[in-house]
């Protein structure tokens, strides 16, 4: 092979393979929903564990395709595969759950709300109930002062986020950890951010913390932010604002080797983060709130109010962007009705994507699926 040959081999194995980094990737789930049982009322937060799909929010009712009825209190638990509602999972609270997580070990569901009751009994706004059949776990006591947005397990510990001001009836600046064994509080984890946060996730031995605040630790971190987890002191991780008018982030998600925010503003942002400097790698523009994402198979979904636009493209509530470029994926496409307030928790499984929120008015039909739906692979 001559020089000139081999170098124009060269050149062209490069030209396809950026080509290729370029090209929008396939949607991994289908467009139209496969739900059998539905709420009556919005779905704020899921979980995904050991085969089963956890739902809270703030329901009394499923109803399955066939019409039949099981009064529930704000939660339930479906089988994965089958999709079926699980009746022995029984769980009740006297008001919303926004935030579930699963321990490492699948013995338990951790719950955050506003709630003050679960099972009756006094839990305020935190409980941990068993994943066989929803009873408390005995011994496991924490409460919150506040709301609680959001809640993440790490090995032994779990993380929570929200509008609290005091945890475990010790001082506590929307943000702390708990032993997930017992619910005691770790008081050497004591980050505190001066306005609510909404979600968490984990990268590089950081918690990213992400929400409404203007600062951490009396440091200017606008609404995103992340803490060491072996020191326990705010990391220098510090993304710009998104954009001169966008007040929240609203959920995070991690894959690919970025950071994935969804954004209030000036209409509503998806937005790719480098995950050791905070630029800015690509931001997708949306015409409200994007407040749900989740990461798949080298795509991100993300789920908002935004009505006929999302990256210059037709969707609405619900579409998938390419993670390495922001280009919008052209097949997945669902027909999301009643738009606002919108999707408001995303999870993507090998098996199915699971949008929760208050979509009253249907996935794929009018009607059908109101405020959850599950879309299966492909």
């Known amino acids: 092979m001559t020089m000139a040959v081999r170098a124009a081999t060269v050149l062209l194995s490069v030209l396809l393979a950026m080509t290729a980094l370029a090209a929008p990737a396939q949607a991994a789930y289908d467009s139209t929903s496969s739900t059998r049982w539905t709420p009556d009322g919005p779905v704020r937060a899921i979980a995904v564990a050991a085969g089963v799909v956890y739902i ?56 955050g709300g506003n709630f003050l009751q679960v099972n009756g009994q006094e839990h305020k706004r935190l409980a941990a109930v068993s994943t066989s059949d929803g009873d408390l776990i005995a011994g496991w006591d924490a409460q919150a002062t506040g709301i609680v947005n959001d809640l993440l397990v790490r090995r032994d510990r779990l993380y929570v986020g929200g509008a609290f001001t005091s945890l475990n009836r010790d001082p506590a600046g929307r943000l702390g950890a708990l032993s ?46 992340a803490v060491d987890l072996t020191t326990t002191e705010l990391s220098g991780w510090r993304p710009p604002k998104i954009c001169p008018d966008c007040d929240n982030v609203w959920d995070l998600a991690t894959g690919g080797g970025r950071v994935y925010a969804g954004v209030s503003g ?28 989740s990461f798949a ?32 994926d052209p097949n997945f496409k669902p027909k999301v009705f009643d738009r606002f307030p919108g999707i408001r928790a995303l999870v993507a499984t090998p098996g199915a994507l699971y949008a929760g929120g208050e979509f009253s008015g249907g996935v794929g039909t009018r009607g059908e699926s109101p405020y959850f739906a599950t879309f299966d692979t492909l």
């Open 180 to 225: 997930a064994l017992t619910g005691t509080r770790d008081l050497a984890f004591s980050p505190s951010a001066n306005e609510p946060v909404n979600a968490l996730d984990t990268s590089a031995g950081r918690l990213l913390v992400a929400g409404r605040f203007s600062t951490v630790d009396g440091a200017p971190r606008p609404q995103l932010a």
């Open 56 to 111: 809270g929010g703030s329901f009394n009712t499923m109803t399955n395709t066939a019409g039949a009825k099981v009064s529930v209190g704000n939660l339930a638990a479906l089988d994965a595969e089958t999709g079926d509602l699980l009746p022995n999972w029984d769980v009740s609270t006297d008001s919303g759950v926004n935030a579930l997580a699963v321990s490492a070990d699948r013995t338990r569901v951790f719950l």
């Open 266 to 293: 000036f209409g509503g942002r998806l937005v790719a983060l480098n995950p050791r400097t905070g630029d800015v790698l690509w931001r997708v523009h949306a015409n409200g709130d994007v407040q749900a994402v």
């Open 297 to 328: 198979d080298g795509l991100v979904y993300a789920g908002g109010h935004f009505g006929a636009r999302f990256g210059g493209q037709p969707r609405i509530d619900l579409a998938a962007a390419n993670a390495a470029t922001g280009a919008v």
